[in-house]
């Protein structure tokens, strides 16, 4: 079972997307993480959203023009997804040991985004499965963007997991390489807060130079 097993079981995707549609409609910017994503990759690129949930990020990419592939542990709310964007591809899976290659979809990809908390909570004990698996799907130079809480006030869960130091150890162990660290998905800088998007990159091996993008 996976945190967010108990933190969402009383979520509904309806529910969650309709409050987004307020926030929007109050003209309040509710697409910064897809806006973050579309500054570091150029479109077309192939966009992994890894805990997608009811689609929202994938859904803004791919209107910007990258192709996106969502991916969730909660049926309700890829099914919310699916409606909304029925021409798109979602999954259900566990991100823990992830493998799109059965399903036809093995990538590479040039970026995958964990936005909303997802790195919380996955389930106890696999986040550094987790990680390893994302790396996998990403092209060597590609990014992993992901963006959570690290204290209480900015997580659904009493106190938060983990902190950056276990999360950048279990990326230096998937072959990710820290790039960039941010306060938020308005790109400023991270000064010790209670939020962090962090962007790791994924090592070039062999003859691969660092000038390719």
């Not at 023009?65 to 099914?79: R, S």
């Not at 006030?153 to 950048?168: N, R, S, T």
């Not at 790039?179 to 000064?191: C, K, L, N, S, V």
Request: aromatic content about 8%.
């Amino acid at each position: 079972m996976t945190r967010w097993t108990e933190a969402g079981k009383n979520v509904d995707g309806t529910t969650y997307d309709a409050r987004f549609a307020a926030m929007a409609a109050s003209g309040i910017d509710v697409h910064g993480e897809a806006s973050f994503c579309a500054a570091l990759v150029p479109a077309p690129a192939r966009v992994l959203d890894a805990g997608c949930g009811t689609g929202r990020v994938a859904i803004r990419l791919a209107e910007l023009g990258y192709e996106c592939v969502g991916v969730d542990v909660d049926e309700p709310m890829l099914a919310q997804a699916r409606r909304r964007a029925p021409e798109q591809a979602w999954l259900l899976a566990d991100l823990a040991g992830l493998d799109l290659a059965p399903h036809g979809l093995p990538g590479p990809y040039d970026l995958v985004v964990a936005a909303g908390n997802v790195l919380p909570l996955v389930a106890a004990g696999t986040e550094a499965s987790v990680l390893v698996a994302l790396a996998a799907h990403l092209r060597a130079g590609g990014r992993l963007v992901a963006g959570f809480g690290l204290d209480a006030a900015h997580l659904p869960l009493d106190e938060a997991p983990f902190g950056l130091d276990d999360y950048d150890a279990w990326c230096q162990g998937a072959g990710l390489e820290l790039e960039h660290r941010f306060a938020g998905w308005d790109g400023q800088p991270y000064a010790g807060d209670g939020y962090a998007v962090s962007v790791h990159r994924r090592a070039y091996t062999g003859g691969m130079s660092r000038s390719e993008p």
